[in-house]
Structure formats: structure tokens, C-alpha cells
């Protein structure tokens, strides 16, 4: 018996990443995923790959009428919708007096109103079956900030803030909402943030010593999306290798 049996999510940002690991382990155990992305290809693979418990549909998440759209055909397939993980997101690095409005917004668009539109567009059919969780992903950039992410760490702190309102405002419709707070993850996101350092030397400074791996977000948005955690909402899950426990000095 899986976990989720019976259960039927949607992962923004799913196509490659942390939010293909949560794909993937969610129809592992047990449940139907729509795979909701702007890269068609990408998620049309990941979907095809899966087999009859997954199906692509095209999401731009600051797109409001593509919410509807992709919330629509997601209970049309599957016959409802049980847990969204909002977690497309999107970095580039820039220093504050370097940033546009519109390179501003542009980060702010997919990172917070995106999770907000998403959050909007689930609770009619989530509230109608009392039942749903929701799974926002924010970062340890939105619990310190970090010089050169202005929008993206003003995004992630913002993360943090939907949660707990949703949280408080849905718990009476039978609707959890919770935050996963990940630290480094070896990602494309990672990868491509042109960023000029040793990524994998830099992590070795962590208690756990290295980058963490999709899959170990992924078994924390199981857990989330399961009546595992029936009894949290309102709440932030850390996975970060011990990145915001604390500094070290040569002993
Ligand atoms: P990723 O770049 O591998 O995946 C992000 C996905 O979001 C991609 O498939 C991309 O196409 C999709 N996306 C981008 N803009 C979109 C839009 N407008 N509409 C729909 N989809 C869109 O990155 P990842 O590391 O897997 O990131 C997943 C989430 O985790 C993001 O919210 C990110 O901010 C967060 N996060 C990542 C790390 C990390 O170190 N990788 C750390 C903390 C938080």
C-alpha cells in the first residue's frame, strides 16, 4: 500500500528538478500527478515516462487563466485534486542596485504571486471535498537574506507569509498548508545561476557536508502531502544539511 493511494497532486515546476523527484515519488506511492510546467517537452517526457498515473499540462504559474485551466483538466483526468506543491521558481542573481522593476518582477512574479495564484486556484475543489494540502516552497533565502538575491530572498520570506495565512484561513475547509524550507539542492536552478564559486567545495562547510539531492525534498513533500501529517499546518520543514543551524569557530 502506498502513502498517498488514491491521492491525486499537482507539482508546479515539475518538469526537471526537485519538483520531477516529487513527481516521481509521489506516483510511487501511489498517486496521480499532474506534472504542470512551461517546459512541454521536458514534462511531456517525465508524464509519458510515468505511465497512466501522470499527465503534462502547460502552466505558466503567473498566469491566472492557465491556473484554471490546468486545475480543470486535472480533476477532469484524474476526478479530483488532493495536494498541490507550489514549487516553480526561478534565481538569477543580481545586486540591488543592478536590479530593474522588471527584473525585480519578473522573480517576484513566478517566486510569490505565482504561489498565491496557485493557492487560490485549489481551494473550490480542495474546501467542495474537505480535504487538501497544500506544500509551498520557499528556501533558506527566506529565512536570512543572501547579498545578490534581493527578489528572490523578498519572494521566499513572502512564501512563508502565504502559508501561514492560508493555513489560518483554510483549516476550517479541511485544507493544510505548509511550507518546505530547502537549502542547497543540486538542481538546474543550481546549476545555471552563474554563479562563480565552487558550489559542491562550498557545501563541505555544512554539518551534513554536501549539497542535498532532490529526492530528500521529495520524501519531505510525501510526508506533507500524507496524512502523516495530519496534525501540521501553518508549520516550516527544514531541509538544508544544517545550513541556518548555527556558525562554527576552529576549536
Ligand atoms: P529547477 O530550475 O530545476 O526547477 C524549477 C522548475 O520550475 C523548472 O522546471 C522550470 O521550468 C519551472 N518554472 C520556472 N518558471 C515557471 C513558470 N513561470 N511557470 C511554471 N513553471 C516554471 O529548480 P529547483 O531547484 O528544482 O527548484 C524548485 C523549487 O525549489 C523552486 O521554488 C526553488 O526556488 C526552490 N529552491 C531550490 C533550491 C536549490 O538549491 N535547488 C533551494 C531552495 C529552494
Not at 518538469?15 to 523527484?21: D, L
Not at 501511489?30 to 517546459?39: F, K, P
Not at 519578473?106 to 506544500?135: C, D, K, W, Y
Request: proline share 2%; charged share 20%; aromatic share 6%.
Amino acid at each position: 500500500m502506498g502513502r498517498l493511494d488514491d491521492r491525486v497532486a499537482l507539482i508546479s515546476g515539475a518538469a526537471r528538478g526537485q519538483g520531477e523527484a516529487e513527481a516521481r515519488a509521489f506516483v510511487d506511492e501511489g498517486a496521480s500527478v499532474a506534472v504542470a510546467d512551461i517546459l512541454d517537452d521536458e514534462g511531456e517526457a517525465l508524464a509519458g515516462e510515468l505511465g497512466e498515473h501522470a499527465a503534462f499540462f502547460h502552466l505558466d504559474v503567473t498566469d491566472e487563466e492557465q491556473w484554471s485551466a490546468a486545475v480543470a483538466a486535472t480533476v477532469d483526468r484524474f476526478g479530483g485534486l488532493d495536494i498541490l506543491v507550489n514549487n516553480a521558481g526561478i534565481l538569477r542573481f543580481s545586486a540591488i542596485r543592478d536590479t530593474s522593476l522588471d527584473d525585480y518582477m519578473r522573480i517576484i512574479n513566478v517566486n510569490q504571486v505565482g504561489v498565491f495564484l496557485g493557492m487560490r486556484a485549489v481551494i473550490p475543489t480542495m474546501a467542495e471535498r474537505h480535504r487538501g494540502s497544500i506544500i509551498n516552497v520557499s528556501s533558506t533565502e527566506g529565512m536570512a537574506g543572501l547579498a545578490g538575491l534581493v527578489a528572490y530572498s523578498s519572494a521566499k520570506w513572502a512564501v512563508r507569509g502565504l502559508s501561514k495565512v492560508g493555513a489560518m484561513e483554510l483549516g476550517s475547509d479541511g485544507i493544510r498548508v505548509n511550507t518546505i524550507v530547502p537549502g542547497g539542492v543540486e538542481t538546474p536552478l543550481v546549476q545555471s545561476a552563474g554563479i562563480d564559486m565552487d558550489i559542491s567545495g562550498w557545501f563541505k562547510q555544512l554539518p551534513l557536508g554536501r549539497i542535498g539531492k532532490p529526492a530528500e525534498i521529495a520524501a519531505l513533500a510525501v510526508f506533507l502531502a500524507s496524512d502523516e501529517s495530519s496534525y501540521c499546518t501553518g508549520a516550516e520543514f527544514v531541509a538544508d544539511g544544517g545550513l541556518t543551524a548555527g556558525f562554527s569557530v576552529d576549536m
